[in-house]
């Protein structure tokens, strides 16, 4: 029997407690560490030698950047590790741009614990797990300021300063509807 080394960094300490507990009955998992610390996580998975690591997409004030680019600086620092995105933030922009960024699997928080089980073994045996696209529209690469505003709408600004922070008026912000969308669909932006 393989034994797997997952590392979870999540900003909701309920969920990850509960995360835990749901994942205790599956002998295959060694060891489950739970993080809401971001500055030290290379550091923190070569020394308990994750093989898997759960990350969220918004990580509040756990982070000023977003799961995201934190699973590229991860992947640039240990790249045979496997990064499956575990987040309620199931957008396609998100699983896309997740995708390029080279994480092996993008699922929404509210996964039965069997099929999450299950997606961390297909992780670990080298396969990916991301959720089927076949009636979703093609995304097109982004450009840089649709990702900016993305990692701001992912760290819960409202949209006057997401406006201000990047020097372009509301209308101008308006342009960008599709990042709008997902904007008033997460929440984030109260005034969208």
């Known amino acids: 029997m393989f034994l797997i080394n997952i590392l979870l960094v999540d900003d909701h300490a309920l969920f990850a407690k509960s995360l835990a507990i749901a994942l205790e009955e599956y002998a295959e998992i060694e060891h ?4 809401q610390e971001t500055d030290d996580l290379p550091d923190l998975a070569t020394r308990e030698n994750i093989d898997i690591v759960l990350m969220d997409i918004h990580l509040g004030k756990a982070s000023k950047n977003d799961g995201l680019m934190i699973a590229r600086s ?3 620092a240990i790249p045979h590790l496997k990064i499956i995105m575990l987040t309620g933030y199931d957008l396609p922009v998100y699983r896309h741009e997740a995708k390029k ?3 092996s699997g993008f699922l929404n928080k509210n ?16 396969r990916s797990c991301f959720p089927s696209e076949e009636k979703e529209p093609v995304i ?10 993305l ?13 201000k922070e990047l020097y372009i008026s509301e209308r101008t912000l308006s342009n960008h509807s599709p990042l709008l969308s997902i904007c008033s669909i997460s929440g ?4 969208c």
């Not at 489950?32 to 993080?35: D, G, L």
């Not at 097109?140 to 505003?149: A, F, G, S, Y």
């Not at 990692?151 to 406006?163: E, N, P």
């Open 74 to 76: 991860l992947l640039k």
């Open 101 to 103: 960024a080279g994480v």
């Open 111 to 126: 996964i039965n614990p069997d099929k999450l089980f299950d997606s961390l073994l297909a992780v670990y045996q080298e």
């Open 140 to 149: 097109e690469d982004l450009t840089r300021t649709e990702k900016n505003i």
């Open 151 to 163: 990692q701001l709408i992912a760290i819960g600004k409202k949209r006057k300063d997401i406006a």
């Open 32 to 35: 489950f560490i739970i993080s």
């Open 188 to 191: 984030s932006c109260t005034s």
